[in-house]
């Protein structure tokens, strides 16, 4: 792929996507739109945590996009473990749930991005261009299942101001 944008004339460098998601079809889906972006570059692809784990140390992966339910393990824990081996690499989870739980454990655990399985192809690629600037990425459904909770806690007296330092 970086080929073919040097004999386009560009000398743009790709950053390195590595798709985690033990469903084989879900990885080529995700990796097909990816491609389709001229700075981005699925490197590697896992469909479990050990798979991850080595393709993110060979293949200089900047950022993993990681199912939260894998086999055997969560994408919590393999967050963990992926930014313990590679403390530069950015995570992206990508869940069907959005629950509080998951997206407080995938915070947590180093992931700096959560966006549900319902969005579109835009929102993740949007995700994945966040996190490669440095930000951090809810999608929309996240962001306003966020909002309305910070919301009622704010009506009912029971939100702390410190977050706002």
Same mark, same amino acid.
């Given at each position: 792929?970086?080929?073919?944008?040097?004999?386009?004339?560009?000398?743009?460098?790709?950053?390195? &996507?590595?798709?985690?998601? =033990?469903?084989?079809?879900?990885?080529? *889906? $995700?990796?097909?739109? +990816?491609?389709?972006?001229? #700075?981005?570059?699925?490197?590697?692809?896992?469909?479990?945590?050990?798979?991850?784990?080595?393709?993110?140390?060979?293949?200089?992966?900047?950022?993993?996009?990681?199912?939260?339910?894998?086999?055997?393990?969560?994408? &919590?824990?393999?967050?963990? =473990?992926?930014?313990?081996?590679?403390? *530069? $690499?950015?995570?992206? +989870?990508?869940?069907?749930? #959005?629950?509080?739980?998951?997206?407080?454990?995938?915070?947590?655990?180093?992931?700096?991005?959560?966006?549900?399985?319902?969005?579109?192809?835009?929102?993740?690629?949007?995700?994945?261009?966040?996190?490669?600037?440095?930000?951090?990425?809810?999608?929309?459904?996240?962001?306003?299942?966020?909002t309305r909770k910070m919301l009622e806690r704010i009506?009912?007296?029971?939100?702390?101001?410190?977050?706002?330092?």
């Amino acid at each position: 792929m970086d080929d073919a944008r040097e004999q386009h004339g560009t000398s743009q460098v790709s950053k390195r &996507i590595m798709i985690v998601d =033990d469903h084989p079809v879900v990885r080529t *889906g $995700l990796a097909q739109f +990816i491609s389709q972006e001229p #700075d981005l570059v699925v490197c590697a692809e896992a469909g479990n945590a050990q798979q991850a784990f080595e393709a993110a140390e060979k293949q200089q992966v900047d950022l993993a996009i990681v199912d939260m339910l894998l086999e055997n393990t969560t994408g &919590i824990q393999v967050t963990k =473990d992926l930014k313990l081996r590679c403390p *530069g $690499l950015r995570v992206l +989870i990508l869940s069907l749930s #959005d629950e509080r739980y998951y997206i407080k454990g995938a915070f947590q655990a180093g992931a700096r991005g959560y966006v549900t399985k319902e969005e579109v192809a835009e929102e993740i690629i949007n995700a994945i261009r966040q996190l490669l600037d440095g930000k951090i990425y809810l999608s929309g459904r996240v962001a306003l299942k966020f909002t309305r909770k910070m919301l009622e806690r704010i009506r009912a007296g029971d939100f702390d101001d410190s977050v706002w330092e």
